[in-house]
C-alpha cells in the first residue's frame, strides 16, 4: 500500500481540525490545533483495557508533527490520570505527566498517512489500518 500522495506540510493543514476514530480496543477522538498541539479523549471498550484507564485516564494532550508522510504524538500531560494528585494544603503532584513525557521521548505514537483528504483519513500503525472522519460541528448557538 502506497503512502499519500501529499506533502508533510499538506497533510498537516489537511489534519487541523477534531477526527474521530475507532482501533479494536478504543473508541478516539481527537483535535490537532494549528499550533501544533492535540487533545486526545480515549475510551476503552474492552473490559481488560478499563484497568489502563484507571491509571492513565482517558484525557490526553501533547504535541504533533508529520515528518516523511509519518503522524507523530507526543503525550505530554495526562490531566485526567489517577497519579496526578493533590495533597491538600501542598502542592500537585503529576507522576503521569512525568511519565508520559519520559516515554514519549523513548517512544512516541507513529502512525503511516496512507490516505487523506478533507473529510477521511487512512493511518497506519504496526497492527493496524485505521480509518478516521473528520467532526463538523453542526451546533448552531442559541437565538
Known sequence: MNTSKHSDIEIEILLFGKWRFDTYS?????????????????????????????????KFTGVWYVSQKKLHLNVRNMPKSFLNFRIPLAFKISLADIAATLSSVLMAEIYEVMRINSSNFLLKDKEESIVGTKIINSRTPFQ
Open 26 to 58: 478504543e473508541k478516539i477522538t481527537i483535535d490537532f490545533r494549528d499550533d501544533m498541539t492535540y487533545e486526545q479523549t480515549r475510551v476503552q471498550i474492552h473490559l481488560f483495557s478499563r484497568p489502563k484507564e484507571l491509571l492513565t485516564g482517558n
